[in-house]
């Protein structure tokens, strides 16, 4: 029997970064059938090595052809830490939104960007963004970044004052926004894509409202304090103080907040701690965990309030009191463990189930919150007469 010589170079792996090299010289993406033209070996072997890198996000596949995927770029040292988290929060918020377009992630690259994530409008005539597409300098979404650098001629003057970038061309309209962790430097982009037919002036302003928003979002959940892209971007207006009706409250408290906790100490004092929360569309969900002192106060005296808040425009903030109950494990929708886990992955990102201590259930317990008085309210200063009588 001839064993195989290992000594200069392992074939399965010279056919692995064979194909990655491949795909990286085609950002529009190859076929089959054109990788295995470049890639020795049998098509068999070729299907089962692309299913191995699929299953890995090393390539993404998209209407029969292949592209290089978002594991790759983790593995680049200058990429943020918290990439994994971005791309799961990106693709939680934009399922449970409706901007009704095609919308991107991307990150810079070689002075422009990288597609690393989409999610696709389901109207028939749409913009596509295929994953490791490659978008050059003068791209709407490389523009923010280059905005984030020296110079200062009109069009990045434009894009930091108002803190977004759009292009009109003959076909769409691109509309960028920045994701930044620390609030104020473009970590990411969010980039969408409107059909010229349907990008009216109006069309244009409403998604660049929703991208703003989503952008802010996404930088809240990486950290950001504040949402003021390149420090001084001409925020979105605030507008007079209005309540928000219940679609708007339910859409809110769908959204990625902090819950403030208030209840009362045993000396009558009150107690106010921030946690971590699931709305279900009719009650507030919590998880207590071994020993937390608020978890005692509530057993003494359930009446609680909760608020949650907004930090930059249009300043929506929710208020709800009501009372808090003990829910025992099997009268958890997924049981505590489940409840746990959701919490953690909603805040935390895609691959909280890989920790374990994240849904341990050891001394926890989940603790819903039924309000009995809620109301919401955007913008600042007192409400209209009309508003206040409806």
Not at 326 to 348: F, H, K, M, W
Request: aromatic share 6%; glycine share 8%; with cysteine.
């Amino acid at each position: 029997m001839t064993l195989a010589d290992y000594s200069r170079h392992v074939p399965a792996s010279q056919r692995t970064l064979r194909v990655l090299e491949t795909l990286a010289a085609e950002p529009e993406g190859l076929s089959t059938a054109e990788l295995l033209e470049e890639v020795e070996g049998s098509r068999s072997g070729l299907y089962a090595l692309l299913n191995t890198l699929r299953a890995r996000d090393y390539i993404v596949s998209d209407e029969g052809r292949h592209r290089l995927g978002p594991a790759l770029w983790r593995l680049v040292p200058d990429r943020p830490r918290d990439m994994e988290t971005l791309i799961a929060a990106f693709n939680e918020e934009i399922s449970a939104g409706n901007l009704g377009e095609t919308v991107a992630l991307t990150w810079p690259h070689h002075g422009g960007t990288i597609v690393v994530a989409e999610i696709q409008s389901d109207r028939p005539v749409r913009v596509v963004y295929p994953v490791g597409t490659t978008r050059p300098p003068a791209a709407a979404d490389a523009s923010l970044f280059a905005a984030a650098g020296p110079g200062d001629h009109d069009e990045l003057g434009t894009i930091r004052r108002r803190g977004s970038a759009a292009l009109r061309g003959d076909d769409l309209a691109e509309i960028a926004t920045p994701v930044c962790r620390d609030g104020v430097q473009p970590t990411a982009a969010l980039l969408a894509g409107i059909p010229a037919q349907r990008a009216s002036k109006q069309a244009t302003a409403n998604l660049d409202r929703e991208m703003r928003r989503l952008a802010a979002r996404l930088s809240h959940r990486l950290g950001a304090a504040v949402y003021q892209p390149y420090g001084w971007a001409t925020p979105e207006p605030v507008g007079p103080s209005r309540e928000l009706d219940a679609t708007e409250l339910d859409d809110f408290l769908s959204g990625l907040w902090g819950a403030q906790l208030a209840c009362v100490r045993s000396d009558g004092t009150p107690h106010v701690v921030p946690l971590w929360y699931e709305w279900d569309g009719e009650a507030i969900w919590l998880a207590a965990s071994p020993g937390s002192s608020w978890r005692a106060y509530v057993a003494d005296n359930p009446e609680v309030s909760v608020t949650l808040d907004e930090p930059w425009p249009p300043l929506r903030r929710v208020f709800l009191s009501g009372s808090a109950t003990e829910v025992p494990d099997n009268e958890v929708p997924g049981g505590l463990a489940g409840l746990r886990l959701r919490l953690a992955t909603r805040y935390l990102g895609k691959g909280a189930e890989r920790h374990a201590e994240l849904s341990d259930v050891e001394g926890w317990m989940a603790v819903r919150i039924v309000p009995d008085r809620m109301h919401g309210r955007q913008g600042l200063g007192p409400l209209s007469v009309e508003a206040a009588a409806s």
